[in-house]
């Protein structure tokens, strides 16, 4: 087996809980976008992913406490419930956090798996 090639990007990660009302926070990874209180971002969903970016004309903010609320319809085409963990992952340069559900982390690890070793988790 090959070793793992050095990290070439730059994304701050970090993993968090989905609560009751469909916020998300990682203090690491809000630090790492500078994105404080009243933030205008706007929300996106591709592929399964949310996709958020700063905004100047963005309908959704960041709140007081610097959490990032979910609008209902992106959790609901992503399956996301109350208690999901999420993978984050933040890209300060270009002002981006990607938003990764299980289904879809289920899918890249099956993949990599399947890449690496000759079959995913169940094979």
């Known amino acids: 087996m090959a070793l793992a090639e050095k990290r070439s990007g730059s994304a701050v990660y970090g ?29 996106r969903v591709s592929r399964g992913l949310i996709a958020v970016f700063a905004d100047g ?16 319809a992106a959790r609901r085409w992503c ?17 981006l956090l990607v938003v990764h559900p299980p289904g879809v982390l289920d899918a890249v690890v099956d993949q990599v798996h399947a890449d690496a070793l000759g079959g995913g988790r169940d094979g």
Do not use: E
């Open 79 to 95: 399956a996301l419930a109350a208690g999901d963990r999420v993978l984050l992952a933040a890209y300060p340069q270009g002002g």
């Open 57 to 72: 004309r963005g309908i959704f903010r960041i709140t007081t406490h610097r959490l990032l609320h979910l609008p209902v």
């Open 15 to 43: 993993i968090c809980t989905l609560d009751p009302g469909g916020r998300i926070a990682d203090r690491s990874v809000m630090a790492a976008l500078d994105w404080d209180p009243g933030k205008r971002l706007d929300i």
